[in-house]
């Protein structure tokens, strides 16, 4: 009986063990052999446009706005009126007000003013609606309305034709998420509005590194921090080469999500 029952546990342990080791390889991060050559953000915007954002208010969107201020392009935040907006105000930004979950109030933003650029770095995981899908497709339409040169949208790897490059854990934890990022990518993409698609891997706090890549290679995953994808969503909206390609987002030195710098 004893004997039973230590094959049954170390038959359990075993296979915990199997399980294990096939979730950490499968989160390990995996570098395309073919990415884009993306230069570093150019030191004074070529384009003297502003800028309008959607989600600056959000961890990417500060990094973004602080980033795009600190090279003196002029930003324009979309923001509900109920959003604080103490943060950014510190970062000199003009304020429009308009919920992205309001398809007559986006469109007004988008045509308040001659933008180089529209970024939807909009994300909210418990949303009824959410704007991950509705609030994209309205700032989609909002900017394509305008005559806006180009949307950038950041959503996620896992999304549209990257699902099965997102490990199992990404894609349980976004499980809810990845749906509707690919119906604002597809509506996006469908829609003939000038466009660039990020997809970043797992987004982490730390030190930004000034290291990433971006690949159209769909097998792409990866890890970066905030930082660092602000750092990239500048370059690409210097590259007019990056216009109409959807990309991979992450960082070559990290290899897995604790190996960050604090």
Not at 36 to 45: E, K, N, Q
Not at 71 to 76: A, F, P, Y
Request: proline share 5%.
């Amino acid at each position: 009986m004893l004997k039973t029952i230590f094959k049954v546990l170390l038959g359990l342990v075993l296979v915990v063990v199997a399980l294990v080791g096939y979730l950490l390889f499968d989160l390990r991060a995996k570098v395309p052999d073919d990415t884009y050559p993306l230069a570093a953000p150019l030191a004074v915007s070529a384009d003297p446009r502003p800028v309008l954002i959607f989600g600056a208010s959000g961890a990417t969107g500060i990094e973004l706005v602080r980033l795009l201020r600190a090279r003196g392009d002029k930003v324009t935040a979309a923001v509900r009126a109920s959003s604080d907006r103490s943060e950014l105000a510190a970062l000199g930004v003009e304020f429009v007000v308009a919920d992205a979950l309001d398809a007559e109030a986006v469109r007004a933003a988008a045509a308040s003013d001659d933008f180089r650029a529209v970024v939807s770095s909009l994300y909210c995981s418990n949303c009824q609606p959410s704007v991950d899908d509705v609030g994209n497709i309205n700032v989609a339409e909002g900017a394509r309305a305008a005559g806006v040169p180009r949307m950038l949208l950041v959503s996620t790897i896992g999304a549209g034709d990257s699902y099965q490059s997102a490990n199992l854990i990404s894609r349980y934890i976004l499980r809810d998420i990845l749906p509707l990022k690919t119906a604002a990518e597809d509506h996006l993409l469908a829609s003939g509005q000038p466009y660039t698609i990020l997809r970043p891997g797992g987004l982490l706090p730390g030190k930004t590194t000034g290291r990433g890549f971006i690949s159209e290679d769909r097998s792409a995953f990866g890890f970066l921090t905030r930082g660092d994808l602000a750092r990239i969503i500048v370059a690409v909206l210097d590259d007019p080469g990056t216009v109409n390609k959807v990309f991979a987002v992450a960082d070559p030195g990290i290899t897995l999500p604790w190996d960050i710098e604090e």
